[in-house]
């Protein structure tokens, strides 16, 4: 695997290259989920470029950001035993040499579960993945189901500015407890850990039920609630064609059920697309 610090690093590994590249963009604290994208990238595309970027721009929490695990030489052995050709590793000074008062916004994205709960989140997502788009020029780019509205909300950048890039979203993997991987499950306390796998229980009985939505969420609401070290900010459903939150449902439409909790001061999300 080769390993670009600037853009005109990558660049040069990239300028002449005729084969369809797959993208994957990550902030590094690999688990099984990112190599998951790694290895659906390398079974579509050609050459394969992951970036490892912890992007100050899409946190609205600075504890958040200070806390962010980096697990750089782990991510290297990772990327290199699933076959990634490139890495991309830029600096915060490298990607915003010039500060950027740019503002993307996602109108009715930005009022709805991520985007309500976490003010200026998208902008900074939607910022540093169309800079990226523009430094690796990949065909395919690959996201994980885990963030879905991320997904959405790509989607709508990549249609509304016209990127030549597909967007290809793969199912999120999850600990044999069904926990979603995620980079931030590290710091879970022992406690919160055996607490953090009720999310997608819920989400589970939720997909159940969906003719009771409103009935149902309330009771999770009711279970979930029970546990005092866990606070819960929204369970929400969105039509997946429309991007919409809904509480009713159609036969033979596909639906998002959404969750996002605080344990322990740590903020987890999940979700799972369900037919109804
Ligand atoms: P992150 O490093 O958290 O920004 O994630 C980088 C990419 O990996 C995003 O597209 C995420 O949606 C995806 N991802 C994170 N966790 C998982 C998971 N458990 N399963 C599948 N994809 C994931």
């Known amino acids: ?14 300028d002449n290259c005729t084969k369809n590249i797959g993208f994957v ?10 190599l998951r994208l790694i290895d659906v990238a390398k079974s579509k595309t050609e050459l394969v470029v992951c970036s490892i970027f912890v992007n100050p721009l899409q946190f609205n929490n600075a504890d958040d950001l200070a806390k962010y695990p980096i697990t750089l ?25 010039k500060k950027t008062t740019l503002e993307i916004n996602f109108s009715y994205q930005n009022s709805v579960m991520e985007g309500l709960h976490r003010p200026g989140h998208f902008n900074g997502v939607a910022v540093v993945v ?3 788009f523009h430094y690796v020029q990949p065909k395919i780019a ?13 989607s709508q950048l990549v249609d509304s500015l016209s990127f030549p890039v597909a ?6 993997v999850r600990e044999k ?26 989400l589970e009985i939720l997909a159940a039920n969906l003719q009771q939505f409103i009935t149902t969420k309330n009771e999770c609401l009711k279970q979930l609630t029970i546990n005092s070290s866990l606070e819960v900010s929204y369970i929400q459903a969105i039509d997946m064609h429309t991007g919409l939150v809904v509480e009713n449902f159609e036969k033979g439409k596909k639906y998002g059920l959404c969750i996002a909790a605080t344990i322990d001061n740590v903020r987890l999300i999940d979700n799972v697309i369900t037919v109804y």
């Not at 695997?1 to 040069?12: F, H, P």
């Not at 690959?142 to 790509?154: E, S």
């Not at 967007?167 to 999120?172: A, C, Q, R």
């Open 1 to 14: 695997m080769q390993i670009a610090k600037t853009v005109q690093d990558l660049r040069l590994l990239l």
């Open 25 to 34: 963009p990550t902030m590094g604290a690999l688990h099984a989920g990112h």
């Open 73 to 97: 030489e782990q991510d290297i052995a990772l990327l290199t035993s699933h076959g990634c050709d490139i890495l991309f590793i830029p600096t915060t000074e490298e990607m915003y040499k």
């Open 130 to 132: 169309s800079k990226l």
């Open 142 to 154: 690959f996201f994980g189901q885990k963030d879905l509205q991320q997904c959405l909300i790509i």
């Open 167 to 172: 967007i290809e979203i793969v199912p999120t």
């Open 177 to 202: 407890d069904g926990l979603a991987m995620s980079s931030r499950n590290v710091r879970l306390s022992a406690e919160a850990r055996k607490i953090a796998p009720i999310l997608y229980q819920n």
